[in-house]
């Protein structure tokens, strides 16, 4: 005769609570992309969300007091020719953000304080190099202004 063994959780005595509507950023419309991305970047002023857009790649950047329901037609960011695969903050500029995209480009936004009122089309820099297109990007955590993009042709850059 067998004794069956179950092993009990250690979380089992632990609930969470939904946050409130106001507190939540409701009605974004989060890309269906499939990379191996988070889609999302965050910092001590903003919060960015790389969004469904049709004709090219499109992300959000939203002031983090301005909780609630998101416009449909909210501002956005719209300069890439193909879809958004990665964003990232930069971590000493806490105005500037990097996407990288299905078209090959690198480009550097530099956000208003307030955050954006219009669409924005016209980066700051663009950066090419690579010739296929590109996956992931990453700011270096202690050296200021150094980028890192990987993309699928295999090169780090």
């Given at each position: 005769?067998?004794?069956?063994?179950?092993?009990?959780?250690?979380?089992?005595?632990?609930?969470?609570?939904?946050?409130?509507?106001?507190?939540?950023?409701?009605?974004?419309?989060?890309?269906?992309?499939?990379?191996?991305?988070?889609?999302?970047?965050?910092?001590?002023?903003?919060?960015?969300?790389?969004?469904?857009?049709?004709?090219?790649?499109?992300?959000?950047?939203?002031?983090?007091a301005k909780t609630g329901r998101t416009?449909?037609?909210?501002?956005?960011?719209?300069?890439?020719?193909?879809?958004?695969?990665?964003?990232?903050?930069?971590?000493?500029?806490?105005?500037?953000?990097?996407?990288?995209?299905?078209?090959?480009?690198?480009?550097?936004?530099?956000?208003?304080?307030?955050?954006?009122?219009?669409?924005?089309?016209?980066?700051?820099?663009?950066?090419?190099?690579?010739?296929?297109?590109?996956?992931?990007?990453?700011?270096?955590?202690?050296?200021?202004?150094?980028?890192?993009?990987?993309?699928?042709?295999?090169?780090?850059?």
């Open positions: 005769m067998s004794k069956s063994v179950v092993r009990t959780s250690k979380f089992r005595h632990v609930f969470g609570n939904a946050s409130k509507q106001d507190n939540c950023y409701d009605g974004l419309r989060v890309t269906k992309n499939a990379n191996d991305s988070q889609f999302c970047a965050v910092n001590t002023k903003f919060l960015a969300v790389v969004c469904e857009a049709g004709g090219g790649g499109a992300f959000s950047v939203i002031p983090l416009d449909v037609n909210a501002p956005r960011i719209t300069g890439h020719k193909g879809p958004v695969m990665d964003i990232a903050w930069n971590p000493f500029n806490e105005n500037m953000i990097a996407s990288c995209a299905d078209d090959c480009m690198v480009k550097c936004w530099i956000i208003p304080d307030g955050g954006l009122c219009e669409n924005m089309t016209e980066s700051a820099v663009d950066m090419a190099g690579h010739q296929r297109r590109l996956g992931s990007l990453l700011w270096h955590p202690t050296a200021n202004n150094i980028l890192a993009s990987a993309g699928f042709d295999y090169l780090v850059r």
